[in-house]
């Protein structure tokens, strides 16, 4: 499906596929690839959590915009921003959603992959070699054992991220909750669509008290269990698909310089939560306030980032290129595979440091299992979605629906 020429202010229908946001969904997934394969140095892992050394290496994937190959949690806020986007999108009009279809349809796009990608996770954990000398604990974390318990619910992806087979399902979860949840969304969405702004606000206002209310009470620490983290970053792609025409005007006449500048600040934002706490810190702000301010900061910068993939001149023609657009849409497998690829290399290469190849070698064997796995786990799905979709004329194409997660990780 293609994407219907637009003019400055103006929106494609809710049943066109916006290819820009396809292409930034790659980028996103391919900028995960690239912090895993980081992950492999021990002096990375160990003095980035840490206190690093102003001008090293570490420092600067910590403190400064280069922090962008470092921030995997940080795109995987992408991610949701996208899914809370795109399935809303389709149905701000009047159109119907089709409840039950919908629900098979959502599971199917979002488990079928899965599945695949859980059998070649336990797989390739089955035939890996042993750890033997000093490698990060990123790998070690991997090696720990993996209660059947734990595994089940992995499986179930309702709830349970603790397992040691492939840490990327952690955000699956919070996929399959907002896709649960739809339903719910579309109404209020609806019935508050001209108040986009303040949708926003509240969003970023109830991820900050989060932030804060967990350093206080410390029951769910700095982990992935937190609703009232991570489904409200979802709703800021529901506000940003609400104010959709004004974003549109706001920036479908800005200079392609203009959107640059917007990309960096955007880009530097969305991965400034570490720098700003530390600034905070310094200016003697609680560790409570400092949370409560630095993550709004960073969701703000991220949401900006997708608002600008979608309608920003040159930026959203770059993203909508057939290489980008290629990787975007799968960009599901990729996400879900990388992992356990990297791991496997890693150990069956006595890989221990980060050396000039390990990067760009890392990327070809992730790209080269995508190729390969994409019409096993994922196209089938596609198709069956799809065919699903057919058999109902309201009903939207899979990819503008979210059926692409990252449209979702």
């Not at 919070?174 to 739809?182: I, T, Y």
């Amino acid at each position: 499906m293609t994407t219907t020429p637009t003019v400055p202010g103006t929106s494609p229908t809710s049943t066109d596929r916006i290819h820009s946001l396809d292409g930034l969904r790659g980028v996103a997934a391919l900028l995960v690839v690239i912090y895993h394969c980081l992950l492999v140095t021990p002096t990375l892992w160990d003095q980035i959590a840490g206190h690093p050394v102003r001008g090293t290496a570490q420092w600067l994937l910590a403190y400064t915009p280069l922090r962008i190959f470092w921030a995997g949690d940080d795109v995987v806020w992408i991610f949701f921003i996208l899914s809370g986007f795109v399935l809303v999108r389709p149905y701000l009009d009047r159109r119907n959603l089709a409840t039950g279809r919908y629900y098979v349809r959502r599971a199917i796009r979002l488990y079928v992959p899965f599945l695949g990608s859980f059998a070649l996770a336990v797989v390739l954990k089955s035939l890996r070699p042993a750890p033997r000398g000093r490698f990060s604990g990123w790998i070690f974390v991997h090696e720990l054992p993996t209660a059947t318990g734990d595994a089940v619910k992995t499986l179930f992806l309702f709830a349970g991220d603790h397992t040691t087979y492939n840490n990327v399902w952690w955000s699956l979860r919070w996929e399959v909750w907002f896709s649960a949840l739809l339903p719910f969304v579309i109404p209020l969405a609806r019935r508050f669509r001209a108040h986009p702004i303040p949708i926003a606000a509240l969003c970023l206002v109830v991820i900050g008290a989060s932030n804060a209310g967990v350093t206080v009470l410390h029951v769910l620490k700095f982990g992935h269990d937190n609703p009232a983290l991570y489904l409200p970053m979802f709703g800021l792609g529901v506000a940003l698909a609400m104010g959709e025409d004004r974003v549109r005007v706001a920036l479908g006449s800005r200079s392609t310089a203009t959107i640059i500048v917007s990309t960096v600040v955007c880009s530097s934002l969305m991965t400034s939560t570490v720098a700003v706490l530390a600034l905070l810190r310094h200016a003697h702000l609680s560790i409570t306030a400092a949370w409560a301010i630095a993550g709004p900061i960073g969701l703000f910068g991220a949401t900006g980032l997708v608002a600008l993939a979608l309608c920003g001149p040159g930026l959203r023609d770059a993203l909508a290129s057939s290489p980008m657009t290629w990787l975007g849409e799968r960009s599901y497998t990729l996400y879900l595979t990388h992992e356990p690829i990297l791991v496997f290399a890693t150990l069956a290469l006595g890989v221990q440091t980060l050396t000039w190849w390990w990067i760009p070698f890392g990327i070809a064997c992730s790209l080269a299992t995508t190729v390969v796995l994409f019409p096993i786990i994922e196209r089938p799905a596609l198709w069956t979605v799809a065919r699903l979709g057919s058999a109902r004329r309201n009903e939207p194409s899979p990819g503008v629906s979210g059926f692409t997660p990252h449209s979702g990780n």
